[in-house]
Structure formats: C-alpha cells, structure tokens
C-alpha cells in the first residue's frame, strides 16, 4: 500500500444556511476524496475584498486535515465538483461573489506545485487571517514549505486584523458513523486475491487499528508447494500452523494503548480449511488432530469477515499483483477454498460472521465501494 497523501483544505461559506454547506462539504470530501483526520472550530469573519458598500454576509470558515491517495489536480477537481453540487458558481473574473461554499487546498504534503488547476501552498493563506486561525487549530507546527515558517508563526505576523470569533457549533467527522467500538479484534478473510490485505491496511489507517499481517511471504515452503503440492503440502501446512499459532498468539497478548482495536487479514483456522484440500485424507486426520490442540487456546475474534469473490475476478486480481508462484493457480483449486471457507462458516456457531460478496466491487480503486464494505462490516446483525 502506498503512503497517502496529506492535504489541509479550507472551506468557508457565506450564503445561505452557512453551517449546513460547511457540513455538507466535509460529508462530500469524505465520501469523494479520502479519510478525514481532524476539523477545526468554526470562525465567523468579515467578508473581505468586496465592492464598498456591498451588503455581504459574514463568513463561516474551517480547516480539515485528509489523507488520499488521489493527486493534487485530482483532488482540485473533485472539490471544485463538490462546489458545483453544493451550488457554487466560480466567476470567471477576478471578483469577489457570495457563494454557498468555497474550498481551497493550501498544503498538499510539503510539496510546491503550480498547475492549471491548482496552486500550492496557496498563494494567499499567509495573509488571510481567516484562513491561518483555523488552520492554527489542527496545524500549527506545519511548515509552509515556501516562506519556511511555520503556521503558528505565519498566523502571529500575519497583518490582517480582521475580528475573527469562534462559534460555540462544532462539524461532525462523518468518520464516526462506522462503529468499530463493538469490536477489540476483526479478522478479515478470503480467497486467495480476495483483497483481504488490502482491506485491512486501509481499515488499520483509516481507523487507528493495530494491523496484524499473516506472514506468508516469508514462508520457504510455499513457492515449492504450488510446483510440487503433493510433495510439500504436508510440510507447508504445518509451518502455516506453527507460524500462525505463534504469530496471532504474540499479537493478541501484546495491549497497544494507543489503538483502538486489532485489525488482521487471517484467522487461524484458515490453516484447517486449507490443509484439507491440499493433504490426503490420512494426513489430514493427523493435522486435524494437532491443530485443535492449539486452537483451544487462540483468542477468537469479535468479528469475522468473509470476503467473497467469484473465481473470475479472484483469478484477475493474482494476475494483477504478479507474484510468480501464485500465476499457475487453478480455478478449481480457488473453488475449492471457497467451498471450504463457506462451508465452514455455514456449520461453526462460535464466530459472529459476516459474509460479504463483493464480486462486483472494487474497494481499491473505487472509494465508493469501500465506503460500502464498511457499512456492510458496521451493520448491526438482527438478533
């Protein structure tokens, strides 16, 4: 996964119903562009650079603090869309109009970029005490990569003496309707491609989890598995248990108390679902035996996601991530997982599931569809 992007917007409105467009915007930039981190308090301030004797509103004005994965000129252009939906209408001139909304970007990491589009840091955010205020609020020690002082800084010599006053209502992160409180730890399974990874990387950003990653990669034995399975699975399947087994049982026992719950992209009885397709029956008995010694004493999750795809897009998905050992998988073998891990699910009562099938979904390149698969894990179940 790579690193998202750190991007400060201000946003001020000044007609109409001011707080409700200032929400609205936040609620758009969330659904459109990324996780949001923090918002400031809400300041009313004078309306500047209108005609004299212009009667304008005062404006309402907030800073937010996001992480996306989009690009600067993307992110410009989804707020300018936001605009328009919220009923802004950009003159094409340079004067000043009152508007329902008005978003800016005025730090995109500590990059200095000059576009068609857009402009960073902003040109004017070191003379717009409007701006600087909140901005103030949720980052102060950030460094204006140009002037190379930092926000605090640029807000005690900034020359505007405009009255800024901070209203007693505060915008709601429309990150706090995904309730992952219920919750001290999620497992997230799959197939092989399923996106689990993916998904729990992104759950463990966006929502202060403790990321806990099955250590595949370092496995000697899988490589040799998918050229001689019949010779290494037996070998495979027991270095699978013995790692997992210690790997979850070190995780869980380790308190982080600076995350707010455990988040990982495995569970421990994968290793019984798999060692059943690829062992035989007499070797399989052997291994059943030896895993239940250890699943006995492995803490079992709050929740356990299964994610489910089609073998068409499971076998899409491998060839996208390329790795050489995994590109001669058979679609039968991916069918057999999936039997497994549904037929499991459909007979255990100890787990509180929730299958998910997001065959025709795709939570990495759509943000639409990531939003749906949290609602989908945050759903209360009936009963």
């Known amino acids: 996964m790579t690193l998202p992007h750190k991007v400060y917007i201000a946003l001020g409105s000044n007609k109409g119903d001011r707080l409700k467009h200032l929400q609205d915007a936040i609620d758009l930039v969330f659904k459109n562009l990324g996780k949001i981190n923090i918002i400031s308090r809400v300041y009313n301030t004078p309306a500047l650079g209108f005609e004299a004797g212009a009667s304008v509103d005062d404006f309402l004005n907030t800073c937010i603090f996001i992480e996306t994965h989009y690009t600067a000129d ?60 909140p901005l103030n609020d949720i980052a102060s020690k950030v460094v204006h990569p140009v002037l190379k002082q930092s926000v605090l800084e640029l807000l005690e010599c900034c020359e505007d003496v405009s009255a800024i006053e901070p ?18 730890y999620i497992a997230i399974e799959g197939n ?17 989890a403790k ?62 679902i798999f060692s ?14 030896l895993f239940y010694l250890m699943y006995k004493d492995i803490a079992k999750p709050d929740l356990y996601v299964y994610l489910y795809q089609n073998t068409e897009r ?15 998988i058979q679609d039968d073998y991916l069918e057999k997982i999936n039997t497994g891990y549904l037929e499991f699910l459909k007979n255990q009562t100890e787990l509180n599931v929730k299958i998910i099938d997001i065959s025709n979904r795709d939570f990495i390149e759509n ?17």
Request: proline share 3%.
């Open 192 to 208: 092989i491609g399923a996106g689990k990874t993916s998904l729990t990387h992104q759950i463990s950003n966006d929502f202060n």
């Open 74 to 133: 993307e992110v410009m252009q989804k707020l300018l869309d936001i605009e328009t939906k919220l009923g802004r209408t950009r003159l094409l001139g340079n004067g000043y109009e009152s508007r329902t909304i008005d978003l800016d970007v005025l730090f995109y990491d500590d990059a200095i970029i000059s576009s068609k589009l857009i402009t960073t840091p902003h040109p004017q955010l070191h003379r717009r005490k409007f701006v600087l205020q």
């Open 314 to 328: 499971l076998q899409e998905n491998i060839k996208k991530r390329g790795r050489d050992y995994e590109q001669n």
């Open 167 to 184: 209203i007693n209502i505060w915008l709601k992160n429309p990150m706090k309707q995904y309730k992952f409180g219920n919750y001290n």
């Open 211 to 272: 990321l806990i990653l099955e250590r595949f990669a370092d496995n000697p034995f899988l490589p040799k598995f998918y050229e001689e399975p019949q010779r290494y699975a037996f070998t495979l399947e027991m270095s699978f248990l013995a790692d997992r087994y210690q790997q979850i049982s070190d995780d869980l026992s380790q308190l982080d108390l600076f995350k707010d719950f455990m988040v990982s992209d495995y569970d421990i009885y994968k290793s019984l």
């Open 276 to 289: 059943k397709i690829t062992l035989p029956e007499d070797e399989f008995r052997l291994y059943r035996k």
């Open 367 to 383: 943000r639409a569809d990531y939003l749906w698969i949290l609602e989908q894990i945050c759903e209360k179940q009936e009963g």
